[in-house]
């Protein structure tokens, strides 16, 4: 198993260009995350997936978008890239059953990919 | 302000020290998990906690879940080179994770 795969590893992006970060996981993983991380800031999520078509925000959607037409691939989109999303991108994958009965369940755990460091300018 | 406040910020130590360091909420979560991280790569775990009080080992390290389950402590025993990385707690809230900003621990040989 490659386990998590992104793509690219780097990338410099001019104010106002797009770009799609590439995120595949061959583990069979129905939850899926994208979580940016600043220096000295520990990783935010952007968004997650708990299945192929349904996509979540997390606590710092602004500015991307996501989608999630497989379980594999987990694209993370940047329309309008600015200065503020110079970061480094991780994309993770993990199994969860769930909340069972109503009480939460704990989530398996996360697999990170390699990373994106992207840099705006 | 982060969700999930880590201490120290950063930890210099000699080869052969203890030490421990903390992750506290004022949420409580359902689980609660430590990775570590090097230098251009992904976080890797290296445990999870689930139940209030619990305590796991693995190897030299420690790991604590408070009884509330709104805090954790890693301890890690004579401290080697290899363990230099950035320590970070993640909490589970519903369906999503949240991560501490980490420590970031130096062993010096």
């Known amino acids: 198993n490659a386990g998590v795969t992104q793509t690219p590893k780097f990338r410099i992006l001019k104010i106002g260009q797009s770009m799609t970060l590439q995120c595949t996981q061959d583990?069979?993983?129905?939850?899926m995350y994208w979580y940016r991380q600043d220096p000295g800031m520990g990783l935010k999520l952007i968004y997650y997936?708990?299945?192929?078509?349904?996509?979540d925000k997390g606590e710092v959607p602004n500015g991307y978008n996501v989608s999630r037409s497989t379980t594999e691939d987990f694209p993370l989109r940047l329309e309008l890239a600015a200065p503020s999303q110079t970061s480094v991108y991780f994309c993770?994958?993990?199994?969860?059953?769930?909340?069972?009965?109503?009480?939460?369940?704990?989530?398996?755990?996360?697999?990170f990919g390699p990373g994106t460091r992207l840099t705006v300018t | 302000t982060q969700l999930l406040e880590q201490s120290p910020q950063f930890l210099s130590i000699q080869e052969g020290e203890n030490l421990t360091v903390y992750c506290n909420s004022s949420?409580?979560?359902?689980?609660l998990q430590w990775y570590r991280q090097e230098p251009g790569e992904g976080p890797v775990l290296l445990v999870t906690?689930?139940?209030?009080?619990e305590v796991k080992k693995l190897k030299r390290l420690t790991f604590q879940f408070g009884d509330a389950r709104k805090d954790s402590s890693l301890h890690i025993t004579a401290a080697q080179p290899g363990d230099t990385g950035l320590y970070l707690c993640?909490?589970?809230?519903?369906?999503?994770?949240?991560f501490g900003a980490g420590t970031r621990l130096t062993v010096k040989p």
């Open positions: 583990m069979n993983h129905n939850y």
């Open positions: 906690v689930v139940t209030g009080g």
């Open positions: 949420s409580v979560f359902s689980s």
């Open positions: 993640a909490g589970a809230l519903n369906n999503d994770m949240r």
């Open positions: 993770a994958s993990s199994y969860s059953k769930g909340r069972l009965a109503g009480a939460y369940k704990p989530l398996y755990e996360q697999y």
């Open positions: 997936s708990v299945g192929a078509g349904i996509t």
